[in-house]
């Protein structure tokens, strides 16, 4: 079983490689599996609500408990950037749907060996997806 994991996600190293390779890219430096060793990860995410004047105060406060900050306001919407796990992104967006969601952009996770060697998984809470 455990073969088959480790051909899944070489496949995918190969298959990232592939496409960072085609030349489009010039940006990026180098992509490395540190899937066994510890990492601090976060993501990004913009989202954008459909709000009017008595539901701006709920979702700002709904906001700051997340600690998203605003990044536009109109008179009709409210651009949150969030930035934390994938977890914390899917709590936020499922307590903001009844106001209704306008667009959402995310930009996968991100992560980097950590400098102080301590294990990850004990800080994240929950296994490593692989």
């Known amino acids: 079983m455990g073969g088959a ?11 990232i490689h592939a496409f960072l390779d085609d030349g ?7 992509v490395r599996d ?6 601090a ?13 008595t539901a701006r ?3 700002l406060d709904i906001a700051g408990i997340f600690r998203a900050k605003a990044v536009d306001v109109s008179d009709h919407t409210i651009t949150l950037e969030l930035t934390g796990d994938l977890n914390k992104m899917i ?10 969601l306008c667009e959402i952009a995310r930009t996968g996770r991100m992560a980097l ?8 998984t004990y800080l994240r809470g929950y296994p490593l997806p692989l």
Do not use: C
């Open 5 to 15: 994991r480790s051909r899944k996600r070489n496949q995918k190293i190969e298959s």
């Open 24 to 30: 489009k890219w010039w940006l990026f430096l180098q």
């Open 34 to 39: 540190i899937t066994h060793l510890p990492f």
């Open 41 to 53: 990860e976060r993501e990004l995410m913009l989202i954008k609500i459909a709000v009017n004047t």
């Open 57 to 59: 105060r709920d979702v």
């Open 91 to 100: 709590v936020l967006q499922k307590l903001l749907e009844p106001y209704g």
């Open 113 to 120: 060996e950590r400098g102080s060697r301590v294990d990850s």
